[in-house]
């Protein structure tokens, strides 16, 4: 039965490719599809035939063809029946739900990431209450998928929990009408220097460029005098992305009307397509530093790349992620689908910014040797093959090992848990300093707290060998106890090199509490050296103009 229906499918792929194949290259391209099909069915035919144990078709299948798409690029992706509703959801800029994620503490499960006018905030939880059952369903044992698939559901329905409260541990029961949630892609928008706007932008969701307009039409208006916005930072650092005509409403703000802002090239060239700014800007002189990293993606690098070929500002950073590909998902039958590539996103200098090379699903930098040569409006160089690379080169700060342990075992979140009981609020954002560090390494150490390194680990791999293997152990056996011991007091010395890592971590957690997202992003800036430099950058005109100038 099985071996009939792939012959069945065979015949049928074949009918339908084959007209396309002789279409666009011929009968040997109609050959080659035939001749490894049939070899791919019989592949199939003499394992379920002759394998000692039994063959699962679906199972097989689907293994070929992950094989298959997944030796093209990370973006081309097939969808199973059972993977459509996930991929709905994720692939959709909107949820219904309560506004607010979770975390888990052991095998408990607390509210987080609450969103200001979200229905959680309006219900009265805050973050570290746990939720001890959803609609009478107790949480133990649920992941978290499970728990957001139970908190999500059509708009104005009503989720009833039973929670404990953090701080007094009261067991309340509320009920939450699920809404509409939007997460704001402009969290914050202010002043972060005399004459200097900052902008923060995390995805390219409806309404971006009209959101930014507005924001710096407000700052302006409250500033002093109508001069009084020098220069503006539009921070993108870390967003992947999203809607094409936002990256081209945002680029539209600060380039003439009518100008080619990205075009798309594919295999079929009526579907080729052009996107030209289409009213009137709102700034063409205000001096633009954009903030860019390695997860600056897809929208972003385009806003940044074209900012960039018009020589209209200067991109600071790491190189970006590399993401230039246009997705299109296509239907295949028992509500199975297919994300296919079908074209390649080009910038006005006529580079492509996608990644030409993978490595685990992430692309590769490539040498600029390897990278094709285009010009900027001035006549400036810049290079394809690999996002964009920034005018004006930072490194990358990486947190320590340190501070992605605590962050990664929610240390950071259940200490502020207990910090905010008896903290109405902070009275401001800007000024806030949080100053019990030594608190903090209290309860650290009540927790029992122990974390690898990655030096550690490579250490600690390389002693695990010396147990199995003698010889190993008499050549380098003293050597790595003695660098283990090295580490060891790097280790206590940590507490002490990344204070000011981690008490900003604290800050932001602690600020997010009574102020959201905008106050997480508010108190962040204040030890963020990548928007000083910007600001730094933006006012020395002589130094902003030279970066634009041809080289």
Request: proline share 2%; hydrophobic share 35%.
């Amino acid at each position: 039965m099985i071996l009939k229906y792939l012959k069945y499918l065979l015949l049928v792929f074949c009918l339908v490719a084959g007209v396309s194949a002789v279409t666009i290259n011929g009968n040997d391209r109609l050959f080659e599809i035939s001749k490894n099909i049939e070899i791919f069915v019989n592949v199939f035919k003499e394992l379920n035939k002759n394998y000692v144990d039994e063959v699962d078709p679906a199972e097989r299948m689907r293994t070929g063809i992950d094989a298959m798409v997944n030796s093209l690029d990370p973006f081309t992706n097939y969808i199973s029946e059972s993977q459509v509703e996930r991929y709905r959801i994720t692939d959709d800029e909107r949820f219904q739900g309560i506004g607010a994620g979770i975390v888990f503490s052991g095998e408990r499960v607390l509210l987080s990431d609450l969103l200001d006018g979200g229905t959680a905030v309006g219900a009265g939880l805050h973050a570290g209450d746990e939720i001890i059952s959803i609609n009478g369903e107790i949480m133990a044992g649920k992941n978290e998928e499970e728990i957001q698939t139970m908190l999500r559901g059509i708009a104005g329905t009503p989720v009833k929990l039973d929670v404990k409260r953090n701080g007094t541990g009261l067991k309340e029961t509320i009920t939450v009408e699920r809404g509409e949630v939007n997460i704001p892609n402009v969290p914050y928008a202010g002043i972060v220097s005399d004459g200097i706007a900052y902008i923060h932008l995390t995805t390219f969701t409806d309404n971006a460029g009209a959101n930014i307009q507005k924001e710096l039409k407000r700052l302006k208006r409250e500033a002093a005098d109508s001069n009084a916005i020098k220069g503006l930072i539009l921070d993108l650092r870390y967003n992947g992305g999203g809607l094409l005509r936002e990256a081209v409403n945002i680029c539209n703000l600060f380039i003439p009307k009518g100008e080619e802002v990205v075009f798309t090239r594919g295999k079929l060239k009526e579907k080729d397509q052009s996107f030209k700014t289409m009213a009137i800007p709102y700034d063409l002189d205000l001096p633009i530093a954009v903030l860019i990293n390695k997860k600056s993606a897809s929208a972003s690098e385009i806003v940044s790349g074209v900012i960039q070929d018009k020589d209209r500002g200067v991109i600071i950073g790491q190189r970006s992620y590399g993401k230039g590909l246009v997705q299109n998902t296509f239907e295949l039958g028992y509500n199975n689908r297919v994300k296919i590539t079908t074209s390649k996103y080009y910038i006005p200098s006529g580079r492509c910014i996608q990644g030409v090379e993978y490595k685990n699903g992430e692309p590769v930098d490539i040498a600029d040797a390897r990278r094709s040569k285009f010009k900027t409006k001035n006549g400036r160089t810049v290079l394809d093959g690999g996002g964009i690379t920034p005018d004006y080169k930072l490194d990358a700060h990486e947190p320590s090992d340190l501070t992605n342990a605590l962050l990664d075992q929610k240390l950071i979140f259940l200490y502020v848990n207990d910090y905010v009981i008896n903290r109405d609020s902070v009275k401001n954002v800007d000024n806030f300093t949080f100053s019990d560090y030594d608190d903090f390494l209290s309860f650290i150490r009540k927790r029992k707290f122990e974390y690898e390194s990655d030096g550690e680990k490579e250490i600690n791999a390389l002693l695990q060998k010396c147990k199995n293997d003698e010889s190993l152990q008499t050549l380098i056996g003293k050597d790595l106890s003695a660098m283990k011991e090295k580490v060891n007091v790097e280790k206590s010395k940590a507490w002490t090199a990344h204070k000011e890592e981690i008490v900003t971590e604290l800050e932001k957690e602690i600020v997010s509490r009574y102020f959201y997202q905008q106050g997480k992003t508010r108190i962040g800036l204040k030890r963020d050296k990548e928007v000083d430099e910007a600001i730094a950058l933006l006012k020395d005109q002589k130094r902003y103009e030279s970066i634009l100038q041809k080289k």
